[in-house]
């Protein structure tokens, strides 16, 4: 599972599975994740977890790679289904939203050069942020601002026992 542009709190889901993690650890092998900070995917893998929706060049070369690694790509919540709190910033111009952060605001540090922070090692932001079907096929969506950790493990533990995904309507909701 990686974190995409979204606040974490959908990996905190996953992590509520609490012990129920521990009964998966005999039939599944966590390769790239929040959990081990491994940053490339180095075999393939069956399921990708998908937290988070695409704010910036750096989260589409994620994404791409996970969409290249992994059989089953999952957007988990809002951010990654629809883009979320993040996607707010898209009904304004980005130059705009840059200059309310860095310079207009009313946090901004008195007599500092007001400048948008631009280096090579900062991601560039994309225009907009972008739910994450729109930039690579996404195969499965668990709704919810998080979901669940029961409906994360719901669809965990039917993929890994090969049954077809059948997300109860209790856990299946996007309010
Ligand atoms: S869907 Fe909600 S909990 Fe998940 S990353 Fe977005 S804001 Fe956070």
Known sequence: MIALCGCWGCTLSFLDMDERILSLTTKITIERSSLTDIKRIKR??????????VANEDNIETLRHFRENCDILISVGACAIWGGVPSMRNVFELNDCLSEAYIDSPTAV????????RHPDIPRLTTKVYPC?????????????????????????????GRPVQLPKSLNHYD
Do not use: N, Q, T
């Open 133 to 161: 079907h729109e930039v690579v096929k996404m195969d499965y969506f668990i709704p919810g601002c998080p979901p669940s950790a029961d409906a994360i493990f719901d669809v965990l533990d039917d993929l890994i026992s």
């Open 110 to 117: 008195p007599h500092a050069l007001p400048i948008v922070p």
């Open 44 to 53: 393939r893998s069956a399921i990708g977890f998908i937290e988070g929706g």
